[in-house]
């Protein structure tokens, strides 16, 4: 055997034995770990008590360890070692209770969370205060929140570790309730300077005091800030507003292509304040998800004729946030639901690489949105075509063939209809009897129409055609193809535009 396996095999050895007092390496290197903490929490609230009464409003929320406090570490040893550090405040807790989870190997870390994350202080509601809008009703879990932290910490500060210097210590972090906070810390937390760091928090803490007593506020806009909900979704297929943000070759080899986005512009639909993100992220100032549902298929159907690839969302797409209302900013998301349209809110996502729309175009899109939104005839025709479009994008050509074909049903009635009101046919006596859908089928309307000159022949073969197919589909489950979809599909985009446009040229006039 090798020397150098030989010294391998011995290190391992040391691993697995006690020491002189019976108490593993792993156990020791715990203890070492906690006794920090408790020393660091100790230390923290002597420097604490030396602040005035307003200063010690002023603790930020990464450096509170009031009591009572909690601290948690989810700690990684290997291949490299990190770790999460979790301050709670849970008054149902005893202050100062240190939990070390770990250390763990690779391989271990991801199994040992997810057991961790069934026991009752993570399988419980974070507080309704939290800025998660959908907090308020209790259906949130710390274990749901945490699994997005973790995810960030893996991605963020392990993985891209590997190819990067980084010293021990701190590497950001993020809040995890209404005012409890995870640190990442690079290495182990017991191996930097316990009292530098609460000089830090202490110095953090006056200058903003400082900043509130002389008028300037500092503070960081989701505190200071009044805030509101509301809900929103992304325009699918992905799209950026402006220009697509070009990435290093450092960024491409390690996979880095979210770009954290900003607001594009705020805008108003029908008294309500929308906003929408450079990456095509858009919210509106209502927590009603059917209304949002109508505005935003409206939206994104008004997109869809100005031959912009889009989309329609379904309700479970839509997620909450929270809204900064003196900047008019998005400062929380929280999507529920997974399709390609939510994922799109994944860091790790290239929705930074949708296609490149200028803001003026979307502008415009928004302002006919909102004027069609008050006929809705119109918004309804617009919400099936944008459903059959969708259809026709996921290949389900028949789904989509029939979806369309309400299109076609209400064109060829409304046709009818204003034929009638040339006639001059009193209601009261034939109208209303001829326009009930019992006496006229698609087939009469079609060969009506063609006699009295409103369609030609051409149109009217095109469409007796489709009828055909749509009657073989739907009686004897021929399937639609795809050439047959799309024939129909141009159709009623054609029907759909025609009709919006004369709408607004009369709003215009």
Known sequence: MAISDLFVKFVEIIKQNLNKEGVSVDECNKEELKEWILQFIKNFRKEYEKLDADE?????????????????????????????????????????????????????????????????????????????????????????????????????????????????????????????????????????????????????????????????????????ERTSAGCGTFFYPAICIGKIPQKTFRQRALGSYYTFPSKAFDFKFKGKTGILDTNGFIGLETTDKKEALNILNTIFGIALLSDKRCTVVREVEIGDIGILLDSLTISTINMRGSSPRTELMSITSRHSEGVETSPDELKEIIKRAEKVYQNKKIVQELIVLLEGYSHHTSYEFSQSFVTNWLIIERYLFNECEKLLDQKQIPRDKLKDKFMRSIFWSADQMLKTLNLCDKIDKEYHDLLMDLKNKRNKWVHYGEAIDEATSKKLLDVVFNIVKTDVSNYLNEQNN
Request: proline share 4%.
């Open 56 to 224: 010690k409003l002023r603790i930020p929320n990464d450096g509170d360890y009031r009591e009572p406090c909690q601290i948690e570490v989810f700690w990684l040893n290997e291949p490299i070692e990190g770790q999460i550090l979790v301050i709670r405040h849970d008054d149902d807790r005893k202050d100062m209770e240190i939990i070390i989870n770990g250390p763990y190997k690779d391989w271990e870390f991801l199994d040992a969370i997810e057991k961790i994350m069934a026991e009752s202080r993570w399988a419980k509601p974070i507080p309704k205060d939290s800025r998660y809008s959908s907090a308020k009703n209790g259906s949130v879990l710390y274990s749901e929140i945490f699994a997005n932290i973790f995810y960030n910490f893996t991605v963020i500060v392990i993985r891209n570790s590997l190819f990067c210097k980084r010293g021990v210590g701190c590497n950001g972090g993020v809040i995890l309730g209404s005012n409890e906070w995870c640190q990442f810390i690079m290495g182990n937390i017991r191996y930097t300077d316990k009292h530098e760091t609460i000089n830090a928090i202490m110095t953090k803490t006056k200058s903003r005091n400082l900043a509130i007593r002389e008028g300037i506020q500092k503070e960081s806009a989701s505190q200071s």
